[in-house]
T-cell receptor, first 114, second 109 residues
Framework: EPEVTQTPSHQVTQMGQEVILRCVPI?????FYWYRQILGQKVEFLVS????????KSEIFDDQFSVERPDGSNFTLKIRSTKLEDSAMYFC????????????FGPGTRLTVT | GENVEQHPSTLSVQEGDSAVIKCTYS??????FPWYKQELGKGPQLIID?????GEKKDQRIAVTLNKTAKHFSLHITETQPEDSAVYFC????????FGAGTRLTVKP
């Protein structure tokens, strides 16, 4: 069964450094998402991406964040200057062609900012 | 924007009993309501979903009900088993998906 993959599984970085989290969505999917889950808290929506542009973003997704689909397969989340409070699990998700269908989640990247 | 409230935050039941988790949402435009199960160290996995044109949906031991007028929906798990122990999240979606805070379900053998 096709699945969403994410790399790395765990990223440790120092405060102020830039990080790029990578996702490979399911190949025929058209909508792509990033979510964040701080340890022990709820999953929070960050951003959705369709047709090579951001379609929705939350209040969390400030100027420090950016997303890109640099080629036909990868979908990346960049944090320009990480802060301690950016430490969380980051999940990528994708879905085929209808906003009202199941989103397929990747296994997540654990980001630790020290 | 959408705000999703979920209760209870923790739920402990005996194996074989039923478990009920409830959620409310604020945006009447939301039209898709999935439930996710999250096990330790893993991403959320969809277990059941319901769309706004349906009031109830069942899949084996799992059922979801939706009351659009009251803007609430519930997850029902019958004949619970220890492997049902996990964190469960409800979500509501219109243009983006907002999650509830999660319910940690523990099923005691």
């Amino acid at each position: 069964e096709p699945e969403v993959t994410q790399t790395p599984s765990h990223q440790v970085t120092q405060m102020g450094q830039e990080v790029i989290l990578r996702c490979v969505p399911i190949s025929n999917h058209l909508y792509f998402y990033w979510y964040r889950q701080i340890l022990g808290q709820k999953v929070e929506f960050l951003v959705s991406f369709y047709n090579n542009e951001i379609s929705e973003k939350s209040e969390i997704f400030d100027d420090q964040f950016s997303v890109e689909r640099p080629d036909g397969s990868n979908f990346t989340l960049k944090i320009r200057s990480t802060k301690l409070e950016d430490s969380a699990m980051y999940f990528c998700a994708s879905l085929p062609a209808d906003l009202d269908y199941e989103q397929y989640f990747g296994p997540g990247t654990r980001l630790t900012v020290t | 924007g959408e705000n999703v409230e979920q209760h209870p935050s923790t739920l402990s039941v005996q194996e074989g009993d039923s478990a009920v988790i409830k959620c409310t949402y604020s945006d009447s435009a939301s039209n898709y309501f999935p439930w996710y199960k999250q096990e330790l160290g893993k991403g959320p996995q969809l277990i059941i979903d319901i769309r706004s044109n349906v009031g109830e949906k069942k899949d084996q031991r799992i059922a979801v009900t939706l009351n659009k007028t009251a803007k609430h929906f519930s997850l029902h798990i019958t004949e619970t088993q220890p492997e049902d122990s996990a964190v469960y999240f409800c979500a509501a979606s219109h243009n983006d998906m907002r999650f509830g805070a999660g319910t940690r379900l523990t099923v005691k053998p």
